[in-house]
Every structure is written in structure tokens, then in C-alpha cells.
Nanobody
Framework: QVQLGESGGGLVQAGCSLRLSCAAS????????MGWFRQAPGKEREFVAA?????????YYADSVKGRFTISRDNSQNTLYLQMNSLKPEDTAVYYC??????????????WGQGTQVTVSS
């Protein structure tokens, strides 16, 4: 089992930045990849970004955030980050951290955090 806890959400104006963090605990040595997903009101949860846990840390982004968001990880601290710049009102959502044991980085994820709210005002 892996436990995930997000922090760093809040209310910001369009064009501003936020940095989300996700602290992992438990069987972190088995985690092969971590990612960020988001769910806006009335919409399905969608992929935002992902990163492989080991090696060079290949990264993947949704087209909607490419060039504005950066995912990174600190394995020594078992922490995942999402730097969000140039935020737009359409980025408003609950952001979830996720982790998986094995399989493709963009495949299904096994463990989820409780989410943190990000609200971007226009």
C-alpha cells in the first residue's frame, strides 16, 4: 500500500503560479511512476502529467498544460511536485496525485490521494 497526501492548492488569479506537492509513504520503493490528474465540476477526471520514478524520469503532459506545467520528483523525500505557471480559469479543478506499481507510465494508476482544490479566477 502507498499513502499519498497533496498540498499547495488555493485560490489565485489568472496568470499566476502555484506549486502542488504530494508526499508519499508506505511501500514507496515499489512505486514505478507517479502522476497528477484533475477533475473539474461536472467533468470526468483527466490526466495532467506523469513521471517515471527511476532513471532519467521521463515526463508526460496533457496538451492543455504542456509548456505551462512542470512535473518533478524528489525520490529522497518521496515527494512529487507540480509547478503550475500561467494559470487559466479552465485549470480550476481538484488535483489528485496518483502512484502505480509497474506497467506503462500512462496506464492505470493504483493509488490516489484525497485531492487539493485549485481555483483560478479571471
Amino acid at each position: 500500500q502507498v499513502q499519498l497526501g497533496e498540498s499547495g492548492g488555493g485560490l489565485v488569479q489568472a496568470g499566476c503560479s502555484l506549486r502542488l506537492s504530494c508526499a508519499a509513504s508506505g511501500r514507496t520503493f515499489s512505486v514505478s511512476a507517479m502522476g497528477w490528474f484533475r477533475q473539474a465540476p461536472g467533468k470526468e477526471r483527466e490526466f495532467v502529467a506523469a513521471i517515471s520514478r527511476w532513471g532519467s524520469g521521463n515526463t508526460y503532459y496533457a496538451d492543455s498544460v504542456k509548456g505551462r506545467f512542470t512535473i518533478s520528483r524528489d525520490n529522497s523525500q518521496n515527494t512529487l511536485y507540480l509547478q503550475m505557471n500561467s494559470l487559466k480559469p479552465e485549470d480550476t479543478a481538484v488535483y489528485y496525485c496518483a502512484a502505480k506499481f509497474g506497467g506503462a507510465v500512462l496506464g492505470n494508476y493504483d493509488y490516489w490521494g484525497q485531492g487539493t482544490q485549485v481555483t483560478v479566477s479571471s
